[in-house]
């Protein structure tokens, strides 16, 4: 019988919630690309309801316990005597959630013998060192397409708040102030923009195919190029290189797995490429970015604002500079943990384990790593440039 890590992030401080402001959330079958969403045998919790807290345990306990299995869930997961450290050194499974981040280093690995599967509950397992991983003979998987569209929503939301510059002016409107000449000061429109994506992949398009009826020019850079009827269709600019892309457009939003190739790859160099007046938003992963190099461009004015939900480390200390730069419109780690993300990758991890227990094939596409070596989405997305 197996015992399971399971990382998760603390219940909020008023307490696990007891009601909800919705009753339920919509069924979400099939993805754009024709993908089904997660189809374990059965679930054990109510979609719509929180499940990525320590409360929630992903709904996970019942399935495991009844075969068997030994379930810890915890969310002490940072120093060298965590819970996560103590409970690791015998476990065979762990599942953590990029919201709140496992970091599973070579260090960590070698103290856990036992330990074969890495579980993303959600997209983007850079949080574990996946060269270590393949070296230690790990299956590294995350539930692919889960919450790709919940980003892109939150990109979008994102998008035109900085271009419009929404929150400074909700902020007049809390403080009971009217003076609209300051509310507009930097209000733009972004109908005839241009709107680039840096890697397009499940995100990245339904970014594009989201920004389309706004009437803005959409460009792309991506290793992989998109169908052309796609390009067609979305009347798509294709650029070499993510700078060529940044010098044409108004708007970039990055999209990229976090690896050795696009750590910090966006630094004071790209900045400088950019037009004055730009803006960005990178709801992928914070390390892309060289955070000095980021505020400088924004204190000096080159850029006009920057969003995101996605830092480093995570949790961001309450003194992070990114909390505080200005003209930044930053969420907490949230856009793909939304309640109603929460339940497909809590069914695809769900999924994931059934099939690992029952020694059936983990779906192709949920593959970061496997057999020594980069597999799946993870020889498509992550191993490239
Ligand atoms: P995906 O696998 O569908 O697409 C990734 C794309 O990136 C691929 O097309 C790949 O070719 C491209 N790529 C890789 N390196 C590149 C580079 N250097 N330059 C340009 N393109 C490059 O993944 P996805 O579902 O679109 O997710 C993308 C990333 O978004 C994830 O890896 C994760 O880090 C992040 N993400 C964040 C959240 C969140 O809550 N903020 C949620 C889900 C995913």
Redesign the pocket.
């Given at each position: 019988m197996a015992k399971i890590v399971c990382v998760l992030y603390p219940d909020p401080v008023s307490g696990h919630p007891t009601s909800y402001a919705r009753d339920t959330i919509p069924t979400i079958a099939t993805y754009p690309n024709g993908q089904t969403a997660p189809n374990p045998k059965a679930i054990d919790f109510t979609p719509g309801e929180l499940l990525g807290d320590v409360t929630g345990e992903l709904g996970l306990r019942r399935f495991l316990e009844a075969a068997g299995h030994t379930l810890v869930v915890i969310s002490d997961k940072e120093g060298p005597d965590s819970q996560l450290d103590r409970e690791l050194v015998d476990a065979d499974v762990v599942i953590s959630q990029?919201?709140w981040p496992a970091y599973i280093t070579r260090e960590r690995m070698e103290k856990a013998p036992k330990l074969k599967l890495a579980i993303t509950a959600?997209?983007?397992?850079?949080h574990v060192d996946l060269k270590a991983a393949a070296d230690h003979g790990l299956t590294v998987a995350e539930v692919?397409?889960s919450?790709?569209i919940?980003?892109a929503e939150?990109t979008v939301m994102m998008i035109l708040s900085l271009v419009r510059d929404y929150i400074p002016q909700h902020d007049i409107v809390r403080a009971g102030g009217w003076n609209i000449s300051e509310a507009v000061s930097r209000s733009y429109d972004v109908e005839g923009m241009q709107v680039g994506v840096?890697?397009?992949?499940?995100?990245?398009?339904?970014v594009l195919r989201r920004m389309k009826p706004f009437d803005v020019g959409l460009h792309y850079?991506?290793?992989?190029r998109l169908p052309a009827d796609v390009e067609k269709e979305l009347a798509l600019t294709y650029h070499p290189s993510?700078q060529a892309l940044a010098a044409a457009c108004d708007v970039v939003s990055i999209?990229?797995?976090?690896?050795p190739?696009?750590d910090t790859?966006f630094d004071a160099d790209f900045f400088a490429g950019m037009k004055r007046g730009s803006y960005i938003v990178n709801?992928?992963?914070g390390k892309l970015i060289d955070h000095e190099a980021l505020v400088a461009a924004l204190e000096s004015g080159h850029l006009a604002g920057y969003a995101?939900?996605?830092w480093y480390p995570q949790p961001a200390p309450a003194d992070h500079p990114w909390r505080s730069m200005p003209h930044n419109g930053m969420t907490p780690?949230?856009?793909?943990?939304s309640l109603s993300a929460q339940a497909r990758y809590a069914a695809g991890t769900r999924e994931i384990l059934e099939c690992w227990f029952d020694g059936r094939p983990i779906r192709d596409e949920y593959l970061i790593i496997a057999g020594g070596g980069y597999a799946g989405?993870g020889a498509?997305?992550?191993a490239?440039?």
């Open positions: 990029p919201f959600g997209i983007g397992s850079d692919t397409f919450n790709s919940s980003v939150h840096i890697a397009a992949g499940r995100i990245g398009l339904a850079f991506d290793f992989h993510a999209h990229t797995p976090l690896t190739a696009t790859m709801n992928a992963r995101g939900d996605t780690h949230t856009s793909g943990t989405t498509h997305s992550y490239v440039g």
